[in-house]
């Protein structure tokens, strides 16, 4: 038996934690960065020489 959603929760969690040791840019700094700045993701990606769905992947996990 498993409870609804409990794997997606322990997924980000893991993902969470690795960014945090490998120091890599969480999710959340990246969408605020977006907000500040009013920059989509394709036009962000572009701007800092990744190709224009890199950020959506890097996002979406």
Do not use: C, H, W
Not at 23 to 35: A, N, P, Q, T, W
Not at 39 to 61: C, D, M, Q, V
């Amino acid at each position: 038996m498993s409870v609804p959603g409990l794997m997606d929760k322990n997924i980000r969690e893991i993902d969470e934690q690795y960014r945090k040791a490998e120091g890599l840019v969480s999710i959340d700094d990246i969408e605020r960065f977006m907000k500040i700045y009013n920059i989509g993701k394709g036009p962000l990606s572009l701007a800092i020489g990744f190709g224009e769905i890199t950020i959506s992947r890097y996002l979406e996990g």
